[in-house]
């Protein structure tokens, strides 16, 4: 089993920045890629971006692009989300996921979420 467990949500006005970090303990040898998700009240869970754990290779949402940056640290088992000129849509509880298959759709580990809220 492999626990996340999230940290960095809060207020920010429009155009500010937040930094969240996932911190992973447990099998973290089994673990391909990690992630952060985001679901606004009244709608569905959203992917945002992810990186594999061994080449660093990210990918990210459309709509998050150019502003938020995805990184980890191998010897901290940790993942970053540097979110940057955020908007209030950018609003919502913000998971962390890890997959043990690097080229599957499921992930497998989830944390238990950390609230963003940006103001206008």
């Known amino acids: 089993q492999v626990q996340l467990v999230e940290s960095g949500g809060g207020l920010v006005q429009a155009g500010g920045s937040l930094r969240l970090s996932c911190a992973a303990s447990?099998?973290?040898?089994?673990?391909?890629?990690m992630g952060w998700f985001r679901q606004a009240p009244g709608k569905e869970r959203e992917f945002v971006t992810a990186i594999t754990w061994s080449g660093g290779n990210t990918t990210y949402a459309d709509s998050v692009k150019g502003r938020f940056t995805i990184s980890r640290d191998n010897a901290k088992n940790t993942v970053y989300l540097q979110m940057d000129s955020l908007k209030p849509e950018d609003t919502a509880v913000y998971y962390c996921a890890a997959k043990r298959e690097l080229k599957g759709v499921r992930w497998n580990y989830w944390g238990q979420g950390t609230q963003v809220t940006v103001s206008s």
């Open positions: 447990g099998r973290t040898f089994s673990i391909s890629s």
